[in-house]
């Protein structure tokens, strides 16, 4: 992993740059949606100030991570560097249990 003084963290498994936005936030938890059946939830932290990610800030401070949490709250699979394959994967494994 390399950093630039000043400059991102950049590692080769990064597929894609941080959201800045809630917007970019919803765009990329949209992305999932089509994985998603049921009642399953994403869920999509705030930005707001002083809204320091709640549920970021509840499951994991991993700077990129993912959990699938089963409707019974239950933390089904965690990824510490969330990979969209991997994490389709697990929806899909979950699914057919």
């Excluded at 959201?19 to 765009?27: D, G, I, K, L, V």
């Excluded at 930005?47 to 700077?63: I, K, Q, R, S």
Aim: hydrophobic share 40%; charged share 25%.
């Amino acid at each position: 992993m390399a950093r630039s003084p000043g400059g991102p963290w950049e590692a080769q498994h990064s597929t894609k740059r941080q959201p800045r936005t809630y917007a970019e936030r919803a765009a990329a938890a949209a992305d999932m949606v089509p994985l998603v059946t049921g009642r399953q939830r994403i869920v999509i932290d705030d930005l707001a100030p002083g809204a320091a990610n709640p549920a970021w800030c509840t499951y994991g401070t991993c700077p990129n991570c993912a959990f699938l949490i089963r409707q019974d709250g239950t933390i089904d699979t965690v990824q510490t560097w969330f990979d969209k394959d991997a994490g389709e994967r697990a929806i899909r494994a979950l699914l057919t249990r």
